[in-house]
């Protein structure tokens, strides 16, 4: 079993930065990919960023890639996403999940947090 808390979310101007935590609990968060989702209100869930078990892949949608950064630590059990030059349109909620298969399709995952809020005013 693995519970996952997400912390960071907040009120940024448009062109600013965030970092978003991930904290897991259990011994088994080194066996786990991690990835990040964001769900816009009237929106479906969607990958953000995902990064391997062994912290030697990550992936990013097109519309983050070069500005979002994944990482992990798995000696404090936690996955953050640097988020450089926000736009209005990265406004939602940000959800961390874990999966063993290394996928970041949304019904491969195993565990889901329970969601940090992010504002991005213009």
């Known amino acids: 079993q693995v519970q996952l808390v997400e912390s960071g979310g907040g009120l940024v101007q448009a062109g600013g930065s965030l970092r978003l935590s991930c904290a897991a609990s259990?011994?088994?968060?080194?066996?786990?990919?991690m990835g990040w989702f964001r769900q816009a209100p009237g929106k479906e869930r969607e990958f953000v960023a995902g990064i391997s078990w062994n912290d030697i892949y990550t992936y990013y949608s097109d519309s983050v890639k070069g500005r979002f950064t994944i990482s992990r630590d798995n000696a404090k059990n936690t996955v953050y996403l640097q988020m450089n030059s926000l736009k209005p349109e990265d406004a939602a909620i940000y959800y961390c999940?874990?999966?063993?298969?290394?996928?970041?399709?949304?019904?491969?995952?195993?565990?889901w947090g329970q969601g940090t809020h992010v504002t991005v005013s213009s």
């Open positions: 259990g011994r088994t968060f080194s066996s786990y990919a």
């Open positions: 999940a874990a999966n063993r298969l290394n996928s970041y399709r949304l019904e491969h995952q195993n565990y």
